[in-house]
């Protein structure tokens, strides 16, 4: 598999296959949300089109980056998302990032959007497929969003060699339209990562969540890299210090969760809209 590592603004045509990753925290919420009992997500254009959407449909629930504000009935926080019920809603998503790079390539055949929380279950697709080229599509910080990047990386990687007890190492090779992240020296592995300057504490889950999947210890020890380059990236950071409004202790911890959940997503276009939906792997 030929892999390409764009920012959204470096895309000039349409891929044959695209995964969007955004971790911190669009896909992670987007995850959660069809943990919570969601039917589908309609990725929209703007603040304004989300409304419009709720407006014709008042079934369907409103999500949005930042704050709580009128008109939305959820923020894209997966700590605070994860004690609702969603079941059988559509929710309507406008984030700063993760939207906007699905929608980028939504003519494309195959669009799948991630996270770590859905890493495997992506990969999984990936392999299934036999796909020749996929374009990841790092949607964070102009493409330079870390957290994206090794995500993306990882997925890709569990795509070609998905038997691989060790990483292909953790400075990572040219990348085309997005920048690679200095070099980092492995440290102790742990199950998941966790907010810069912690330690690793009681689990963030609640008896209310829903059953997860459970990563092997050779799969853990693969990712460990990947996650810590997640865990200090500038997103985690500014989550954690309460620099991202909208935001929840747990936020960090819960998107750094390698393979929480057993579905990739897929988005596909119906009827105008880019709607995301569970896609559960052969």
Not at 23 to 39: I, N
Not at 120 to 143: H, I, N, P, Q, W
Not at 159 to 178: E, K, L, M, N, S
Not at 255 to 276: I, K, N, Q, S, Y
Request: aromatic share 4%; proline share 9%; charged share 20%.
């Amino acid at each position: 598999m030929d892999a390409q590592f764009l920012a959204i603004d470096r895309i000039r045509q349409v891929p044959a296959v695209a995964v969007v990753v955004d971790v911190m925290r669009a896909y992670t919420v987007a995850a959660w949300a069809f943990a919570r009992g969601a039917e589908k997500i309609v990725l929209a254009e703007s603040t304004a089109d989300a409304l419009a959407l709720t407006d014709r449909h008042p079934g369907w629930v409103a999500l949005k980056d930042g704050p709580p504000a009128p008109g939305f009935d959820l923020v894209n926080s997966p700590g605070l998302l994860r004690s609702a019920d969603l079941s059988g809603r559509t929710v309507v998503q406008k984030t700063t990032a993760g939207t906007v790079g699905a929608l980028a390539v939504k003519h494309a055949p195959l669009v799948l959007c991630a996270g770590f929380v859905v890493a495997e279950a992506t990969a999984r697709v990936l392999r299934a497929g036999g796909y020749g080229e996929v374009t990841f599509v790092v949607t964070g910080e102009d493409g330079r969003a870390d957290e994206d990047l090794a995500c993306a990386e990882y997925i890709a990687h569990r795509a070609t060699a998905p038997h691989a007890t060790t990483a292909p190492g953790t400075t990572p090779g040219p990348v085309t339209g997005a920048a690679t992240s200095p070099g980092t020296t492995p440290g102790p592995i742990t199950r998941t990562a966790t907010t810069p300057g912690t330690t690793p504490g009681p689990s963030t889950r609640t008896a209310a969540e829903p059953a997860t999947t459970t990563p092997d210890p050779t799969t853990v020890d693969h990712a460990a890299p990947y996650l810590r380059r997640a865990a200090a990236s500038r997103a985690a950071v500014e989550l954690a210090t309460g620099i991202r409004e909208g935001a929840h202790p747990d936020d960090v911890a819960l998107c750094l969760e390698l393979d929480r959940f057993p579905f990739a997503m897929a988005a596909t276009l119906e009827d105008g809209l880019m709607v995301l939906r569970p896609h559960t792997p052969h």
